[in-house]
């Protein structure tokens, strides 16, 4: 599988990548990251993951040892680095067919054992580039499943920790969440609080189409601000679309008209079941498909006409 993979500047085969078991972002997760995807091996919306990254770090007071700049540059190295010999994907959504997937990460570095952060010494900084592995081609005509996790009945487990609004490397709450849904054949997990609302999936944000309006979750709720979420709602308010991010109960949410995730990787992916309950008719909505083809011509290009219509 082609893959490139860069540690401090310094490309090395994928196969021989090692980091120190030292390294703080090994032993506590201490460390932020960002997933930049390309269209056409360009890395979309670059300058605002890299802004959202030095959020993270200062949120967590984690010096970057390198500036946006350098930054940029080495995400095109490596993207340049993983060119060519993709194997064949059968079932592929057309847009996502040759492109990549950047993985950035920056550790507080390695040091002494030891919580204190003053233990650490210089940042590591880590990239992957590897073949974007996105939903097929049937989740967009025919949507997926997600499944709720927490809520105000949930039995006591792990929680979420640290402050949402950095992107870091601490996800055992996540992974356990992902865990559930799958074991329920659901695509993602549906984070919902003490006061049954949905603040957002384990790796993406939520859209519901309902009574008229589009509604998300507000950041002031403890979500990310999500790099394709923003880009959604600027495109809502440019199609005149009724917007309005406020508290979403799971209720409501599976009572919507229609539903979908955004994420970096997944774009605007259709939510048809919550649960064991269809959202509206079971299967992707006017609205979706429209907030869809819109995010395309601004990213990507237009939905290939090859794309069998969604149902």
């Not at 979309?44 to 959202?52: I, K, V």
């Not at 930054?71 to 993207?79: I, K």
């Not at 590897?130 to 049937?138: A, E, Q, S, T």
């Not at 979706?288 to 219509?309: K, N, V, W």
């Amino acid at each position: 599988m082609p893959a490139a993979v860069s540690i401090d500047g310094r490309l090395i085969p994928a196969a021989e990548a090692r980091v120190s078991v030292f390294d703080r972002g090994f032993l506590y997760g201490d460390s932020v990251y960002e997933v930049v995807r390309t269209y056409h091996l360009e890395p979309f919306e670059l300058a605002a993951h890299l802004r959202r990254l030095e959020e993270s770090a200062r949120r967590i007071a984690l010096p970057l040892p390198w500036g946006a700049a350098r930054l940029a540059a080495e995400v095109g190295r490596v993207v340049e680095a993983s060119r060519g010999g993709d194997p064949v994907e059968p079932g592929a959504a057309p847009w996502n067919v040759g492109e990549r997937m950047v993985r950035l990460v920056v550790t507080r570095g390695t040091g002494e054992l030891g919580l204190d952060p003053a233990l650490a010494g210089e940042g590591t900084v880590v990239l992957l580039s590897l073949p974007l592995r996105g939903p097929p081609l049937v989740a967009y005509q025919e949507g997926v499943g997600a499944w709720p996790v927490g809520g105000p009945d949930a039995p006591r487990g792990p929680r979420r920790g640290g402050d949402p609004a950095a992107k870091t490397g601490e996800h055992l709450f996540h992974v356990l969440a992902v865990k559930e849904a799958r074991a329920h054949a659901a695509e993602e997990a549906l984070l919902v609080d003490g006061a049954g609302c949905v603040g957002e999936g384990a790796s993406s944000n939520v859209f519901a189409w309902s009574r008229g309006e589009l509604v998300t979750p507000p950041l002031a709720v403890g979500i990310l601000a999500g790099v394709t979420r923003a880009r959604v709602l600027e495109i809502a308010r440019d199609l005149s679309l009724p917007v309005r991010e406020r508290p979403l109960p799971l209720r409501e949410l599976e009572r919507a008209d229609e539903a979908f995730l955004t994420s970096t990787v997944r774009e605007i992916l259709p939510l048809t079941r919550i649960g064991e309950r269809p959202v509206g008719p079971g299967g992707p909505g006017p609205v979706t498909r429209r907030l869809h083809a819109a995010f395309r011509a601004t990213a990507g290009g237009p939905i290939p006409d090859s794309a069998p219509p969604s149902r």
